[in-house]
């Protein structure tokens, strides 16, 4: 079991950057795949990047590529994203999802593929 708490979230004028922290509880953070989705109004839950738990593999959703970085620091039970250049289509509310039992190559990108979910953090950027 892990818990999953996001962070950094707000209101940010188109361009601007923000950067969106995810701490997890529990002493195996460092065998989980780790993800970013976002989900705004009326709209599926959809990946933005994702991590394997060795930190060495990523994968972005073409929409954010050259903007978005995950990263994670796994001596600190926490995952990163690095959010630049955004726009009024990057309002959602952004979620942090765990998934465990993964091979050190895995980088779920699908929602179904992860096991624990945070609370959210919302993301607004005005035009």
């Known amino acids: 079991q892990v818990q999953l708490v996001e962070s950094g979230g707000g209101l940010v004028q188109t361009g601007g950057s923000l950067r969106l922290s995810c701490a997890a509880s529990?002493?195996?953070?460092?065998?989980?795949?780790m993800g970013w989705f976002r989900q705004a109004p009326g709209q599926a839950r959809e990946i933005r990047a994702a991590i394997n738990w060795r930190g060495d593999i990523t994968y972005y959703a073409d929409s954010v590529k050259r903007r978005f970085t995950i990263s994670r620091d796994n001596a600190k039970n926490t995952v990163y994203l690095q959010m630049n250049s955004l726009t009024p289509e990057d309002t959602a509310v952004y979620y942090c999802a765990a998934k465990s039992g993964v091979s050190a190559l895995a980088v779920p990108t699908t929602r179904g593929g992860y096991d624990y979910w945070g609370q959210g953090t919302q993301v607004t950027v005005s035009s």
């Open positions: 529990g002493r195996t953070f460092s065998s989980y795949a």
